[in-house]
């Protein structure tokens, strides 16, 4: 018998709206914690995410927009992959942890969109956050350039944020901004709009119920500027924005493009605990490998000497360096950094000899470059030197004739493009002539320690200077110093300048001694250049200059033991056979902090304030027992255990 099938008029509307519903599909973590559903609905593309089966991260926005293609809207779906599980191990000396292990659970949506043009969104779930990114699969060699990135985080409303605002580009000290030195506003309604139309930058932390999420971006390299998150957030909805137009190294472009095939950056969210998200290394796991042609083990990490952090620019002389290379030595330190306008007042001749002597003390010398450029009124020397690459290129072949071991590059300006792949120029061309790089006045990171060795860290901080220019900046360090450790300095390395042990030229400092001590352990930077001048050390207990001998280059492991963003944190980091765990307290309160130091090991020495101002305490501890560490208000200690 053969039947009929009558559509009716409520039948064909039944299958409209079965056509027109949302298709969702779903990457779970591999301990399935963590779960993403990316929705294709009304032909647009959006995600949510949940943790331990509630919802986390409201409804999102995805989706690109080109210059002769949107890819925002009239998406079709053309296949989804299966769940596959990717993995990676690799080993990195400039982070928190030397041995780093990811895996993931990963999907691929392919798409199209109504002009047949197709773009991939590929989504990783990892244990500790989450990580997608485009694709354009076409080949085409013809530039395609893109207008706008409609990438959002959606936060609920009752969320709270820890973020720094983004400057305005051709703002502040000889128009030098941005550079990544704002204070973070802390613990604000999330939909705050930022002070400027500028933004917000990197790394962005909130808070909902109690979970922690921190947004970034990685994978950054030449086929994209680099991203913040824009002014305004309706709801909490924070939108991905590109720089200013004034962002450009001389003469180039701002916004991203490339011929096809193309990948942009990596939008990661390290989401858990605060503990999670702290320890989280999710900014380098998403990273590129190091460069094939780059040799890890060519460049060393360590601590350094700086006149120029307290003494600034009548300290670059002959005789003074002399003398910080000889504090670097007595030190046990690795280098000693000369700053500014070297070249006219020490001049080439005399640095050659400095550099021969530095070599005899096994100190090597790192020395400062202006980036140079349109963008830079800067007058402070060497400068016009790096922005061409045949001048770049001969000035690296001296300098490693002399024997230097690294630059430090300031005043770059900008995150378009064009910058963007200045930065990675710098790298990869000192790295031929075995020079590690410093950045100063510069962008985020972004996880390039992993790719490019050499780079041993970046400034991308308001740091110990500010602290040194105005009473005001010394006031907000105890907050600041409490909030940097859970967003800036969680993924990339920062070279905050830290630790000054007794009093500042004109300056009263709000924290102690002590405080200050812990700090080059709670901030990460492949080389601290650590801000006590000789004449301090000099005042100091045997004991605390013996820690500041001994204190490692590097790390193999952290683990954060208590802390709260702006208030106070204590951290532990490895290296060896010990554990160096810092505190301080960001509050004008005594605070009492109680830890389990046993299962760092059985021999401990504890240094805390003491009753006198710049005063230290030494004492050993039995770790069988709860180790309880009373904290002065701005106070810290620092805690050995073998």
């Known amino acids: 018998m053969k039947y009929k099938i009558l559509i009716t008029p409520l039948l064909f509307v039944a299958l409209l709206q079965k056509v027109n519903a949302q ?37 999102s926005t995805l989706g690109l927009v080109s210059t002769d293609a949107d890819f925002s809207k009239n998406l079709s779906l053309l296949s989804v992959s299966k769940s596959e599980t990717v993995k990676d191990t690799y080993t990195l000396k400039n982070a928190k942890r030397l041995i780093n292990n990811y895996a993931a659970s990963k999907r691929v949506i392919h798409l199209e969109n109504g002009d047949k043009k197709k773009l991939d969104l590929i989504f990783q779930v990892s244990n500790d956050g989450i990580a997608f990114r485009y694709y354009f699969p076409d080949r085409d060699t013809k530039t395609s350039k893109l207008s706008a990135e409609k ?23 000889e128009s030098t901004n941005p550079s990544y030195e ?107 490998p190091a460069k094939s042609n780059i040799n890890p083990d060519q460049f060393q990490l360590g601590k350094a000497s700086w006149s120029w952090i307290i003494l600034k620019d009548n300290s670059i002389k002959y005789d003074v360096q002399k003398k910080y290379i000889d504090f670097a030595a007595d030190m046990k330190w690795e280098f000693c950094l000369i700053d500014v306008n070297w070249d006219t007042t020490i001049g080439f001749p005399k640095m050659q000899e400095l550099a021969d002597y530095a070599k005899s003390k096994n100190v090597g010398l790192i020395l400062w470059y202006n980036s140079a450029g349109a963008w830079n009124t800067v007058k402070y020397t060497p400068k016009n030197k790096l922005n061409v690459r045949e001048s770049r290129l001969q000035e690296f072949a001296m300098l490693q004739k002399m024997g230097i071991k690294g630059i430090k590059v300031d005043f770059f300006g900008g995150d378009g493009q064009s910058m963007i792949k200045y930065y990675l120029e710098i790298f990869e061309d000192a790295a031929k002539f075995g020079l590690s790089v410093n950045c100063h006045g ?30 005001e900046n010394a006031n907000e360090e105890p907050a600041h110093a409490t909030t940097i450790p859970f967003t800036r300095n969680v993924f990339d390395p920062m070279d905050f300048t830290p630790m000054s042990l007794n009093k500042l030229p004109n300056i009263n400092l709000k924290t102690t001694s002590t405080f200050e001590l812990a700090l080059p352990i709670l901030f990460h930077s492949g080389i601290q250049h650590l801000a006590e001048t000789p004449e301090g050390m000099a005042k100091v207990p045997a004991f605390v200059k013996s820690f500041l001998q001994e204190f490692p280059a590097s790390w193999t492991d952290t683990k954060l033991i208590d802390g709260y963003p702006g208030k106070f944190v204590v951290m532990a980091r490895k290296a060896g056979n010990k554990w160096y765990i810092g ?60």
């Open 151 to 173: 990438t959002s985080f959606h936060f609920f409303k009752s969320s709270k944020a820890w973020m720094q605002p983004m400057s305005v580009a051709k703002t502040g000290w």
């Open 442 to 471: 510069a962008t985020l990171p972004r996880g390039w320690q992993r790719t490019y060795p050499n780079l041993v860290t970046m400034e991308s901080i308001k740091g110990m200077e500010f602290i040194t220019f105005e009473q």
């Open 23 to 59: 298709t969702k599909y779903e990457i779970s973590s591999p301990d399935q914690s963590l779960k993403v559903n990316v929705i294709l609905k009304d032909k647009q593309l959006f995600y949510q995410v949940s943790r331990n089966g509630a919802e986390v991260l409201n409804t």
């Open 182 to 288: 704002e204070y973070y506003k802390k613990e604000i309604n999330v939909g705050t709009p930022a002070p400027t139309d500028a933004g917000w930058v990197y790394p962005a932390l909130f808070n909902y119920k109690d979970t922690w999420l921190l947004v970034s971006e990685t994978g950054l390299d030449g086929n994209y500027c680099a991203t913040r998150l824009k002014q305004n957030s309706p709801d909490g909805n924070y939108e991905v924005g590109f720089p200013d137009q004034r962002e450009a190294f001389t003469g180039q472009n701002v916004n991203p493009e490339s011929t096809l095939p193309w990948y942009t950056p990596w939008r990661i969210i390290a989401i858990g605990s605060l503990k999670t998200v702290t320890e989280s290394t999710l900014g380098t796991d998403l990273a590129y």
């Open 583 to 642: 505190g301080i307290n960001g509050e004008n309160t005594a605070k009492e902090v109680s830890f389990d130091s046993a299962k760092f090991g059985k021999k401990a020495k504890l240094i805390v304030d003491g009753k006198e101002d710049q005063s230290f305490v030494q004492s050993e501890l039995n770790t069988d027992t709860k180790t309880n560490v009373n904290m002065k208000p701005y106070g810290g200690f620092v805690l050995v255990v073998e």
